[in-house]
């Protein structure tokens, strides 16, 4: 069956698959959804909340955040807001990291893929120490794969569109691994004018244009910085509430698998 990933299975690691994206762009969704269905169709993954200010976890998780710190009692213990709450628990959590490691390493005979869900707000990942000792240490043992979710709902917005990617773009030159965007939430609308955008740099630029944008030729160098960024991208469209895009979301870990084989 198209299912049956050849590449995963040969693999002798799982696939950590580390799940970013801004808030509200359905990332645990996702996680939930993806879990679902490789529970169905595929072994079972192994499945990580890093985000210890969630309320609940939707999916059955194998290694939960929450179970190691407690992020209001850190506030209380450190006097701190919400935020430094939440990246000092995960700093604590990542002093543990080797463990969540060996969990991982002694699952390998039964796990194809790993599955990462991070908080709610991306820069507490991607702006922390803890964030890049965690993808660092991933991406040196495992084969790793970023995927960076997107609202497509709110992109259909040419600037809110164009600022998500000039952040996906920053976040792949910092953490330099294979990178997929997910283009969520197509149940709403379809990510084909997104594609569409990537692929034509001119079409995006009209689009920008009828948005009576005030930085027009900011917007166009930007657009053409992403244009080089968008070469070595694969997007995909996906609904977390219904599943579709599974089959083309697994395809592209396996094309992103095998950049990591020869590129890292
Ligand atoms: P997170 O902050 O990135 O983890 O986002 P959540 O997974 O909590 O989702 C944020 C909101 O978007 C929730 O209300 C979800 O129900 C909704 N959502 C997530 N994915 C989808 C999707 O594919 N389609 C639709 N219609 N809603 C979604
Ligand atoms: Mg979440």
């Known amino acids: 069956a198209e299912i049956d990933q050849p590449l ?3 693999h002798k690691k799982p696939v950590c ?3 970013l994206g801004m808030a509200g762009s359905g990332k645990t969704t996702f996680v939930q959804q993806l879990t679902g269905l490789l529970h169905m169709k595929k072994k079972a993954p192994y499945v990580i909340n890093l985000d210890p200010a969630c309320r609940e976890v939707p999916y059955p998780v194998n290694i939960d955040i929450r179970d190691t710190v407690n ?3 850190v506030m209380k213990q450190y006097s701190l807001g919400p935020n430094g ?3 000092t628990s995960l700093n604590l959590f990542a002093t543990k990291f080797d463990q969540v490691i060996k969990l991982i390493e002694k699952k390998s005979e039964n796990t194809e893929i790993a599955i990462f869900d991070t908080p709610g707000q991306i820069e507490v990942f991607t702006w922390s120490a803890s964030g890049s000792i965690i993808s660092e240490t991933l991406g040196a043992l495992f084969p790793t794969v970023v995927v960076y979710v997107i609202d497509t709902v709110r992109s259909v917005s040419p600037v809110t569109f ?3 990617m000039l952040y996906a773009c920053s976040i792949l030159y910092k953490l330099r691994l294979p990178f997929i965007i997910v283009m969520n939430k197509i149940d709403v609308v379809s990510h084909k004018f997104a594609l569409e ?3 034509d740099f001119e079409m995006f630029e009209e689009a920008v244009e009828r948005d009576k944008s005030h930085h027009a030729n900011l917007s166009r160098s930007l657009s053409l910085t992403l244009d080089e960024f968008y070469k070595d991208i694969t997007t995909v469209g996906f609904s977390a509430v219904t599943g579709e895009g599974f089959e083309e979301f697994l395809a592209a870990v396996d094309a ?3 950049e990591y ?3 890292y």
């Open 256 to 258: 992103a698998v095998v």
């Open 261 to 263: 084989e020869t590129e």
């Open 71 to 73: 992020y209001k009692e």
């Open 162 to 164: 164009m600022s998500n």
């Open 197 to 199: 955008w990537m692929k």
């Open 85 to 87: 709450g939440i990246v």
């Open 8 to 10: 995963l299975e040969r």
């Open 17 to 19: 698959l580390i799940v």
